[in-house]
């Protein structure tokens, strides 16, 4: 079965710094790969996703990924952290059986501070 | 285009009562439904997930059910509510075939049990 690891609970960096969030999958095909942001009692909004097309992904807000298969990491990274980002935000893996599945990581919370 | 909409949005319901949250999708048909639970620190739980009309799959034992009475209508019931089941529920859904289409969120319901 796939999954992914989220390193890190909680992320803190200030206003203009590069914001990192630590993804690791586990999947013994080749993955589907997700990237959400949730903000305060609100549904979670897909970001970006890998679907093998480039490894290199990007998605909205600045925010974008790279799928490094040597490492079996998914880390998202946004070169210049806003305050409008504070959220928490989940990476998730599609589990493919006979209909799409997705598995989620147990996410991270962006906190910036100015 | 495609709107997934989810109610009610904050939910205070006493223990031993039942309970009824309703979810529907507009623009496509014959979507890939989905329950997910959200409490607090535990990342997201799928509890259900449905492929069509009247075909419900539960991925966890527990106190709550769901139902498919129409193509794009998903419920999420309980007879008797615990305490347990205070949390976030989201509905989600995703188009048949491909794994890459990923899923699109309601707004959640915030469920507390007292």
């Known amino acids: 079965a796939q999954s992914v690891t989220q390193l890190g609970s909680h992320v803190s960096v200030s206003e203009g710094a590069l914001v990192l969030l630590r993804c690791n999958y586990s999947?013994?095909?080749?993955?589907?790969l997700f990237w959400y942001v949730q903000y305060p009692n609100q549904g979670l909004q897909l970001l970006l996703k890998?679907?093998?097309?480039?490894?290199l992904v990007k998605g909205i807000n600045g925010f974008e990924a790279e799928f490094k298969k040597s490492e079996t990491s998914f880390h998202l990274t946004k070169p210049s952290a806003h305050m409008s980002d504070a959220a928490e935000y989940f990476c998730?893996?599609?589990?493919?059986?006979?209909?799409?599945?997705?598995?989620f990581g147990t996410g991270t919370r962006l906190l910036v501070s100015p | 285009s495609q709107t997934i909409h989810q109610w009610p949005a904050t939910l205070v319901q006493p223990v031993g009562s039942p309970l009824s949250l309703e979810c529907t999708v507009e623009?496509?048909?014959?979507?890939?439904l989905y329950w997910y639970r959200q409490a607090a620190g535990r990342g997201l739980q799928l509890l259900f997930y449905?492929?069509?009309?009247?075909?419900i799959s539960s991925e966890v034992p527990q106190n709550l059910s769901a139902s498919r009475p129409q193509d794009r209508q998903f419920i999420l019931s309980s007879k008797k509510l615990l305490l347990s089941d205070s949390g976030f529920y989201l509905c989600?859904?995703?188009?048949?075939?491909?794994?890459?289409?990923?899923?699109?969120f309601g707004s959640g319901t915030r469920l507390t049990v007292v």
């Open positions: 989600a859904w995703s188009g048949e075939g491909s794994p890459n289409y990923g899923y699109t």
């Open positions: 999947s013994s095909v080749p993955p589907y």
């Open positions: 890998y679907t093998s097309a480039a490894t």
């Open positions: 998730a893996v599609s589990e493919w059986t006979g209909f799409q599945k997705l598995v």
């Open positions: 623009g496509t048909s014959n979507p890939n």
């Open positions: 449905s492929v069509g009309i009247g075909q």
